[in-house]
């Protein structure tokens, strides 16, 4: 009975170092700028448009 725990623990460990690495990997990303964000917000709209443009939802 000790090798599902042993399995359940690795998989929270695994999930919780998954989600610091991801952390680490979009800190400079987080600059506080208002205007940085809004850019981010407008880019990822237009390639969601191109997208839905170039491959249609029917």
């Not at 610091?20 to 969601?48: C, I, N, S």
Request: charged share 10%; proline share 5%.
């Amino acid at each position: 009975m000790q090798k599902p725990q042993f399995v359940i623990d690795g998989l929270v460990n695994l999930v919780g170092r998954a989600v610091q690495a991801l952390g680490k990997l979009f800190r400079p990303l987080q600059t506080g700028l208002v205007q940085f964000y809004a850019l981010a917000m407008l880019l990822g709209l237009l390639v969601l448009l191109a997208s839905l443009l170039r491959w249609p939802l029917g």
